[in-house]
């Protein structure tokens, strides 16, 4: 298969110097490698990195809740993030390192060909569509290459840090209705 391929051409990537020095391993991602939908996240965190799972803190647990609110699970999904190294002390990654990662993320989507990509946080949204200020554009609906749609959502970790505002925990909710009603209407 072509992402396990993908995978292990990555797993040793050495790029970015400072990446390769603070992570454990390359966190490649995680799921259905036959799914419609991609979920794509900013980089791995410490449990991440420890465990070569994305999604699998605290924000996954999060993440999950989402899944199920809409009778998903992550074996319905491929999750992965735009850098696929830990950034030292969960810093933000640096453009640089996000361009060094360009192409894999490229041909992860080339090789998938999902109905949807789900953009979670700025990061992962700004390099989809160049856009950022999820508060205004979480839960939209974007065109991408090839019949794929984009729908930004609000980082788990949002959440955590608001308080677990029961009011943005709905907001996030009906945002993935919006990611499965688009799978309905092109099956």
């Known amino acids: 298969m072509a992402l ?12 970015c110097s400072e ?7 390359v966190v490649f991602g995680e799921g259905n490698f036959d799914a419609d939908i991609l979920f794509i996240g ?21 993440l999950d809740e989402l899944l199920t609110s809409v009778g998903l699970d992550r074996g319905d999904i491929f999750i992965t993030n735009t850098v696929l190294c830990r950034p030292p002390n969960n810093r933000n990654p640096k453009k640089d390192e996000i361009e060094n990662c360009r192409s894999r993320l490229d041909q992860l989507i080339e090789i998938m060909r999902p109905k949807v990509i789900v953009t ?13 200020k999820m508060k205004s554009i979480h839960g939209q609906v974007f065109d991408f290459k090839e019949h794929i749609k984009v729908v930004p959502v609000i ?19 009906y945002d993935f209705k919006i990611i499965v009603e688009i799978i309905k209407s092109n099956s």
């Open 4 to 15: 396990d391929k993908l995978k292990k051409e990555y797993s040793k990537c050495s790029q």
């Open 19 to 25: 990446l390769c020095e603070s992570r454990s391993q």
């Open 42 to 62: 900013e980089a791995p965190g410490a449990t991440e990195d420890k465990q070569g799972i994305p999604f699998c803190g605290m924000s996954g647990k999060i």
């Open 120 to 132: 979670i946080g700025n990061f992962a949204t700004q390099r989809i569509i160049g856009k950022t």
């Open 155 to 173: 980082h788990p970790a949002s959440y955590l840090y608001s308080g677990r505002n029961p009011e943005l925990f709905e907001q996030m909710k």
